[in-house]
Nanobody, 126 residues
Framework: EVQLVESGGGLVQPGGSLRLSCSAS????????AGWFRQSPGKEREGVAIRSDKGDTVYTDSVKGRFTISIDNAKNILYLQMDSLKSDDTAMYYC????????????????????WGQGTQVTVSS
């Protein structure tokens, strides 16, 4: 059974930073596609950042230059470093992964991922 567990969310002021973590059991981030999605109240869930099975990365335009996705291979943890946070980044953040090849991984489509965590809330507010 695959389990993904996010942590690291919280309340932060605009311009601040947070690092989200996603721990996995039964799933290896190093060899698979995995990433971060987010959902704000009243909005659809959107892809934020994906890391491919080869280590390539893609980001949604609104977070480019501010967010960084990475893994700790030894600990099997997926991270999302979020800097220069804005109020628009307020959302529930979800970790997701798949064991399948994702040909369209750069499109950040949530339908390509079968494993999901329960989410961690990020609130950016002064």
């Amino acid at each position: 059974e695959v389990q993904l567990v996010e942590s690291g969310g919280g309340l932060v002021q605009p311009g601040g930073s947070l690092r989200l973590s996603c721990s996995a059991s039964g799933f290896a981030f190093a060899n698979n596609y995995a990433g971060w999605f987010r959902q704000s109240p009243g909005k659809e869930r959107e892809g934020v950042a994906i890391r491919s099975d080869k280590g390539d990365t893609v980001y949604t335009d609104s977070v480019k230059g501010r967010f960084t996705i990475s893994i700790d291979n030894a600990k099997n943890i997926l991270y999302l470093q979020m800097d220069s946070l804005k109020s628009d980044d307020t959302a529930m953040y979800y970790c997701a992964g798949t064991r399948y090849y994702v040909s369209r991984w750069r499109s950040l489509a949530e339908d390509d991922y079968e494993f999901w965590g329960q989410g961690t809330q990020v609130t950016v507010s002064s």
